[in-house]
């Protein structure tokens, strides 16, 4: 196992490199560049020429390449062309506020979404089973920035109960408390959106489990049902939510970008908006790294995952 | 097993002594024997003929005509939708929406799915270094998150729908190709393939004439679901002011300042959301319904 995950990680390497090159000729091919965005507005034409030229923007394609991946070979990720700090910094202080965010929700909607599936499926064709399908069906197609407004619309402006964005109170000490008030709902939002897709899978993979032989078997032994559900079911049922909770990790790093954006929340979805919008490919590059790094460790975690559960699976 | 009198339909089994009924198994009488995917179908057939003719009842005009007066206007008899900020009517605005997105879904998901069913044909029969470019080339597309790479391209380009059309088309085409490239694998062991091989028939003969036919029904059923995720990603695009510019109307930049507005009128927000809400469930179940009814395991 330890060769096979070697061997998946040296094949990412050329991977992550050509994504950082596509990446890199995508905006430097773009028409604007950092330097008018960075720049006041009212600066001239020349005195942008001027601080594209301090920036090094102008220097052809591949030596600006070399100097972003060299630097990174030192550990250095850049420094933010539009907020002039180091990039790191500016990532230290988004990846725990995105990280509480999709966690929390990753964290309640497997929490949610397996016993719904699991009981969906055990009562197929029941009054149950219809109203999740009907409610999950409409959780899945549901657009996350609606659901957002909706949440908004009633929890803070009728009832004033939550604010309405933003990750506390501004002018007021942190407090947990405060703090908890201003995650309910984009926590909310991403928990019913997860919740939905993975009950539904739960809920397939269960039935598909459960019409299996040694399901038979295991209820002519005499087993209590419920310990034929858990101990011999679920196990083997819970298989494609493991893969799919491999694959969601990029959303840990590539941030709810949508969610983000409605509630003002500093993480780093909001981060890569605005970066690609104003071509700041430091900060760029390092997001998109960063998501690719955490597609791979997802992706070999849900096959390694995989290989454990079920030793008959070759790798 | 039904004994009933027959008319002509079977006379040899008449001969027999056995009467059976003989009826026709087509797709369409699978699909809509179910009857929520039925309705689904009904409400997108609904929606598409509101699309294709409103330039005929609801003139273009109407979604850029002001009136300053009565801006944040609830929904009235004049107005279904009631007005927006600029005092425009809500509900040509979100026909005319409509027309324009799901123009934009459908065209990317044909385009998508089109590109796909290439790379996956080429991929999965020809084999070989064909077909490891492909997997790289699929694998570096979807390392990246989609959403992420829509965000930088729409970014970088020019907005119109034509570039999200293209850029929508050209990014998400790996998932299906990686889907056709399975099938493919698996029917080109098929003996009547390998007999068709035999015999001399070219390649592409091959492909497009036998092995393609077999393929099509994962093809158009993930090819459906794609038109939902299209319209989702548009919406969520011009929602963040990278996809279809104001003025011009598209049920995702109809929700970009309804964030800003909701305390002066709600139904800014509640409209256009629910459109797309309720579109992207019906094409959802639309295809669901199209999958059951094109599964061949399933006795209709």
Same mark, same amino acid.
């Given at each position: 196992?330890?060769?096979?995950?070697?061997?998946?990680?040296?094949?990412?390497?050329?991977?992550?490199?050509?994504?950082?090159?596509?990446?890199?000729?995508?905006?430097?091919?773009?028409?604007?560049?950092?330097?008018?965005?960075?720049?006041?507005?009212?600066?001239?034409?020349?005195?942008?020429?001027?601080?594209?030229?301090?920036?090094?923007?102008?220097?052809?394609?591949?030596?600006?390449?070399?100097?972003?991946?060299?630097?990174?070979?030192?550990?250095?990720?850049?420094?933010?062309?539009?907020?002039?700090?180091?990039?790191?910094?500016?990532? =230290?202080?988004?990846?725990?506020?995105?990280?509480?965010?999709?966690?929390?929700?990753?964290?309640?909607?497997?929490?949610?979404?397996?016993?719904?599936?699991?009981?969906?499926?055990?009562?197929?064709?029941? =009054?149950?089973?219809?109203?999740?399908?009907?409610?999950?069906?409409?959780?899945?197609?549901?657009?996350?920035?609606?659901?957002?407004? =909706?949440?908004?619309?009633?929890?803070?402006?009728?009832?004033?109960?939550?604010?309405?964005?933003?990750?506390?109170?501004?002018?007021?000490?942190?407090?947990?408390?405060?703090?908890?008030?201003?995650?309910?709902?984009?926590?909310?939002?991403?928990?019913?959106?997860?919740?939905?897709?993975?009950?539904?899978?739960?809920?397939?993979? =269960?039935?598909?489990?459960?019409?299996?032989?040694?399901?038979?078997?295991?209820?002519?032994?005499?087993?209590?049902?419920?310990?034929?559900?858990?101990?011999?079911?679920?196990?083997?049922?819970?298989?494609?939510?493991?893969?799919?909770?491999?694959?969601?990790?990029?959303?840990?790093?590539?941030?709810?970008?949508?969610?983000?954006?409605?509630?003002?929340?500093?993480?780093?979805?909001?981060?890569?908006?605005?970066?690609?919008?104003?071509?700041?490919?430091?900060?760029?590059?390092?997001?998109?790294?960063?998501?690719?790094?955490?597609?791979?460790?997802?992706?070999?975690?849900?096959?390694?995952?995989?290989?454990?559960?079920?030793?008959?699976?070759?790798? | #097993?039904?004994?009933?009198?027959?008319?002509?339909?079977?006379?040899?089994?008449?001969?027999?002594?056995?009467?059976?009924?003989?009826?026709?198994?087509?797709?369409?009488?699978?699909?809509?024997?179910?009857?929520? %995917?039925?309705?689904?179908?009904?409400?997108?057939?609904?929606?598409?003929?509101?699309?294709?003719?409103?330039?005929?009842?609801? *003139?273009?005009?109407?979604?850029?005509?002001?009136?300053?007066?009565?801006?944040?206007?609830?929904?009235?008899?004049?107005?279904?939708?009631? @007005?927006?900020?600029?005092?425009?009517?809500?509900?040509?605005?979100?026909? $005319?929406?409509?027309?324009?997105?799901?123009?934009?879904?459908?065209?990317?998901?044909?385009?998508?799915?089109?590109?796909?069913?290439?790379?996956? #044909?080429?991929?999965?029969?020809?084999?070989? $270094?064909?077909?490891?470019?492909?997997?790289?080339?699929?694998?570096?597309?979807?390392?990246?998150?989609? +959403?992420?790479?829509?965000?930088?391209?729409?970014?970088?380009?020019?907005?119109?729908?034509?570039?999200?059309?293209?850029?929508?088309?050209?990014?998400?085409?790996?998932?299906?190709?990686?889907?056709?490239?399975?099938?493919? @694998?698996?029917?080109?062991?098929?003996?009547?393939?390998?007999?068709?091989?035999?015999?001399?028939?070219?390649?592409?003969?091959?492909?497009?004439?036998?092995?393609?036919?077999?393929? #099509?029904?994962?093809?158009?059923?993930?090819?459906?679901?794609?038109?939902?995720?299209?319209?989702?990603?548009?919406?969520?695009?011009?929602?963040?002011?990278?996809?279809?510019?104001? *003025?011009?109307?598209?049920?995702?930049?109809?929700?970009?300042?309804?964030?800003?507005?909701?305390?002066?009128?709600?139904?800014?927000?509640?409209? *256009?959301?629910?459109?797309? +809400?309720?579109?992207?469930?019906?094409?959802?179940?639309?295809?669901?319904?199209?999958?059951?009814? #094109?599964?061949?395991?399933?006795? %209709?």
């Amino acid at each position: 196992m330890v060769r096979y995950t070697l061997r998946r990680l040296l094949q990412a390497i050329p991977l992550l490199i050509g994504i950082s090159v596509i990446v890199f000729l995508m905006i430097h091919f773009a028409p604007g560049d950092a330097a008018q965005f960075a720049i006041s507005e009212r600066a001239n034409e020349q005195q942008v020429q001027q601080y594209r030229h301090y920036l090094g923007l102008d220097l052809p394609w591949y030596r600006q390449y070399a100097r972003l991946v060299g630097n990174w070979l030192h550990g250095n990720l850049g420094t933010s062309i539009i907020e002039r700090r180091p990039v790191s910094t500016i990532l =230290m202080e988004r990846i725990p506020r995105t990280f509480e965010l999709v966690g929390l929700s990753t964290l309640f909607a497997l929490l949610l979404a397996l016993p719904i599936g699991i009981l969906s499926a055990v009562k197929q064709y029941s =009054m149950v089973d219809h109203a999740v399908t009907v409610v999950s069906f409409i959780g899945i197609a549901i657009p996350s920035f609606w659901l957002g407004i =909706m949440l908004i619309l009633l929890l803070s402006v009728t009832f004033h109960w939550l604010p309405t964005g933003g990750t506390q109170t501004i002018g007021q000490p942190f407090s947990l408390g405060d703090h908890l008030k201003h995650l309910l709902m984009p926590v909310a939002v991403l928990t019913i959106i997860q919740t939905a897709t993975w009950s539904r899978y739960m809920r397939s993979s =269960m039935l598909e489990v459960m019409a299996q032989d040694f399901v038979r078997t295991a209820k002519a032994k005499g087993l209590p049902n419920r310990l034929v559900l858990m101990r011999h079911a679920f196990r083997n049922a819970v298989m494609p939510i493991i893969t799919l909770l491999g694959l969601s990790l990029p959303t840990l790093v590539g941030g709810a970008i949508i969610t983000e954006q409605i509630f003002a929340w500093n993480g780093l979805g909001q981060l890569s908006v605005t970066a690609a919008t104003k071509r700041d490919t430091p900060v760029i590059l390092a997001l998109v790294m960063m998501a690719g790094v955490s597609i791979v460790i997802g992706n070999l975690v849900a096959d390694l995952t995989y290989r454990i559960v079920d030793p008959r699976i070759e790798l | #097993m039904v004994v009933e009198p027959t008319t002509s339909a079977s006379p040899g089994l008449g001969t027999l002594g056995l009467q059976r009924e003989v009826r026709r198994v087509t797709i369409w009488g699978r699909y809509a024997k179910n009857r929520l %995917a039925l309705l689904a179908f009904i409400v997108l057939a609904a929606l598409a003929l509101i699309s294709i003719t409103a330039p005929l009842w609801e *003139p273009y005009n109407h979604v850029l005509d002001q009136t300053r007066t009565a801006t944040f206007s609830p929904p009235s008899f004049s107005h279904w939708f009631g @007005l927006d900020e600029y005092g425009r009517d809500v509900f040509a605005r979100a026909v $005319w929406g409509g027309r324009l997105s799901l123009w934009i879904a459908f065209s990317s998901a044909l385009l998508s799915t089109v590109l796909g069913t290439i790379f996956g #044909m080429l991929a999965g029969y020809f084999g070989g $270094w064909i077909d490891a470019i492909i997997d790289r080339l699929i694998e570096l597309i979807l390392t990246i998150p989609f +959403l992420l790479l829509l965000i930088l391209a729409a970014a970088v380009a020019r907005p119109s729908p034509t570039s999200i059309i293209l850029i929508l088309g050209l990014f998400d085409w790996p998932v299906l190709a990686r889907l056709v490239r399975g099938e493919f @694998l698996a029917l080109k062991r098929r003996d009547y393939i390998e007999a068709a091989r035999s015999v001399g028939v070219a390649p592409t003969r091959i492909v497009i004439r036998h092995i393609l036919p077999n393929a #099509m029904a994962p093809i158009i059923v993930t090819g459906t679901l794609i038109v939902a995720i299209h319209l989702t990603s548009e919406a969520a695009i011009s929602f963040l002011g990278l996809g279809i510019q104001p *003025p011009t109307p598209s049920w995702g930049n109809l929700l970009t300042n309804a964030q800003n507005y909701v305390i002066a009128s709600p139904f800014l927000a509640i409209f *256009p959301g629910l459109l797309i +809400l309720i579109t992207v469930l019906c094409v959802n179940l639309l295809g669901d319904g199209l999958r059951d009814a #094109m599964d061949p395991r399933q006795r %209709a």
